[in-house]
Each structure stands twice: as C-alpha cells, then as structure tokens.
C-alpha cells in the first residue's frame, strides 16, 4: 500500500511542480505587460508634455503680437493714432492712383496714338 500511496504522492507532486511552472510563466507574462504598459504611459507623458509646451509658446506668441498690433493701431496708450492710419491708407491710395495716371499718359505717348489737332 505504501507503494501506490508514494504514487499518488508523486503525481500530485509533478501537477504541483507544473502548475507552479505555469503560473511563474502567467506572472512573467503579466509583468512584462505591465512594464511596456508602464513605458508607453511615460512615452505618453513626454508627448503631452512636449504638446502642452509648444501651446505654451504659440499662446505666448499670440499674445505678444496682439500686443503689438494694438500698439501699432493706436488702441494702447503711446501708440499710432487711428486717425494716422487713415491717413496712411488715404495717400497711399492717392499716390497709386497719380502712378496710374502717369503711367497710362506715358504709355499712351510712346505708342504714337496721340490725336493731332
């Protein structure tokens, strides 16, 4: 009797020793997906960080040419007088309009297209 007690013994045994196997390999499995899950959250991190501070930077940028234009068009103290501007855009039409004209009347006299009287 002490011979067959001593098999089952062993059998219980060697499933014991291959369930153990088993789950040493479920746990180095579970780790290893556990440490690329940790890695790809801090790949992540990195990412939206490096996001988070160009946002950073382009708001700042904004922010100081919204500066620079309000002081450009006279909407902060110091700056260029809207009335100035208008000015501006005034003489600047006018002065392209004289060039046309010039420019039409010469180009008309070299032609030889001018009516004699």
């Not at 067959?4 to 789950?23: A, G």
């Not at 959250?41 to 620079?68: H, M, P």
Request: hydrophobic letters at 35%; a negative charge; proline letters at 1%.
């Amino acid at each position: 009797m002490s011979s067959s007690r001593d098999r089952v013994e062993d059998t219980y045994e060697r499933q014991n020793d291959q369930r153990l196997d088993e789950l040493h390999s479920k746990i180095r499995t579970l780790r290893g997906i556990t440490t690329d899950i940790h890695d790809d959250v801090e790949r992540q991190n990195l990412i939206l960080d490096d996001t988070g501070n160009t946002f950073n930077s382009f708001a700042n940028s904004l922010a100081q040419t919204s500066r620079k234009a309000a002081h450009a068009f006279g909407l902060t103290s110091g700056g260029v007088k809207s009335w100035r501007v208008a000015i501006y855009v005034v003489g600047l039409f006018f002065t392209l309009w004289i060039m046309g004209k010039v420019w039409w009347w010469w180009s008309s006299g070299e032609n030889g297209t001018e009516i004699a009287p």
